[in-house]
Every structure is written in C-alpha cells, then in structure tokens.
C-alpha cells in the first residue's frame, strides 16, 4: 500500500508544476482533490495490519472510492490542464 501512497504522491508533485496554467483558485481547488485522494488512501492503513495481507472485505469498498475519484478527476480537473498545455 505504501507504493500506491508514495506513487500517487510523485504523481501529484509532477502534475502540480503545471497548475501555473490554472486559475489560482483553480488550483487551490486541484490541489485540494489531491490532498482528499492522499488522505484516503491513508485512511485504507487503518484497515490493513503491518506486514499481513491486505483483507479484501475490508478495503472494496475503498478501493472503489479511489477508482472512482481517479475516473472522474481525470475527465473534470486534469483535463484542463492538457487542454491549456
Ligand atoms: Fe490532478
């Protein structure tokens, strides 16, 4: 699960070298969809004991969460950022 958080995180760092394209609110509001996406792949670690596999019944419902938000921030927040590259 680390590499999920720490992946996602170098992601976002990359992708906020181009919020100069944005609006400033546009990127406060950017940048705060990232950092709700970190916090809950954090809050998966709540879930998943230190070094024991990850239960599936318990982090489903979470995963989804993130698949979801990953689908819908690309098309509505990281769009506007390819659109004005
Ligand atoms: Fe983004």
């Known amino acids: 699960m ?6 996602t995180r170098a992601h ?3 992708e906020e070298q181009s919020f100069h394209l944005l609006e400033e609110k546009e990127a406060m509001l ?13 809050g998966l670690y709540q ?5 024991e596999p990850i239960p599936v019944h318990c982090t489903m419902d979470r995963l989804q969460e993130i698949a979801e938000w990953y689908q ?4 509505h927040g990281d769009s ?3 659109i004005r590259r």
């Open 47 to 51: 879930f998943i004991p230190p070094n």
């Open 30 to 42: 950017h940048r705060l969809h990232h950092k709700h996406l970190l916090e809950t792949i954090q």
């Open 2 to 7: 680390e590499a999920l958080q720490d992946q």
């Open 12 to 14: 976002f760092q990359h």
């Open 80 to 82: 506007k950022l390819l």
């Open 72 to 75: 819908s921030h690309v098309l």
